[in-house]
């Protein structure tokens, strides 16, 4: 392999690995609030970019993607309102049963809006032919948007949930739902906008990625796999550590495909989550408090 190819797979591994970060810190929203896994999540990311391609008709991109973003947190408050919010001290495994059932609601209802065409949004800056040149690399200047919003979203985030009363107030619903409510704090409210954050995130994330990666009904599927992994890897709840983990299975993967068929690079994240839930089930960066998964 020469250098020139060493770094072009660098930093391909590296766009990737964000990507599949930005959808694993959607999975650690609801988690920092409820404690469970929204297995629904990938289709908030397929959602935010059909959405916004089909607002592209008629509006300007920015209002385009901010109309996506805002349609999608309600399609999250009111799946929160109308599957989730009725259950009284649901069970973990419950709840992931509900989610993937969401998960496959979402996706139908999306063929039958959408069909099964392949969409995309336009590029944010140039076309697919405008590059870069970093050295002996050179990258779309979309791939720069999706470091970016990564960036922002992790940034506001950890301030969000660390320095502010209302993330503070979620964060406590997931330590102790009880607990938190007789202190006073609207539990449910709490959770629905969990639901409308982590849908919101995900709706924005599926934007920026649309020009790099193409937008389908069923796309969101194998982003919750590969979001769910780095969530896992990187410890639920730690946005950080989701970071850190998604960029590592990113290179893992881009780095593969000199030594496995394309073909088999899902079966790389299957694999790395497996092992990851039977050696450390806290994940690298996570408490062992992130062990209760042990328990689906």
Known sequence: MTADLFFQYLFAGITYGIMYAIVAIGFNIIYNTTGIINFAQGEFVMLGGMIAISLLHVMPLWLAIAGAVVLTMLVGALIEILFIRWLDNPSVLRMIIITIGLSI???EAALHVWGESIRSLPYFYGNEITTITLGPVRLSPQVLWVIGVCGVVVLLLSVFFKGTPLGRE?????????AAILCGINAR???????MLSAGIGALAGCVMSPITYTQYD???PLAIKGFTVAILGGLGNSMGAVAAGILLGIIEAYSISFVPLAFQDAISITILLIILFVRPHGLFGSGETARLKEF
Do not use: H, K, Y
Request: aromatic residues 10%; hydrophobic residues 45%.
């Open 219 to 221: 796309s969101g599927t």
């Open 189 to 195: 409210n709490m959770v629905t906008f969990s639901f």
């Open 105 to 107: 609601l979402i996706r």
């Open 170 to 178: 979620m964060r406590a619903c997931a330590a102790n739902r009880r």
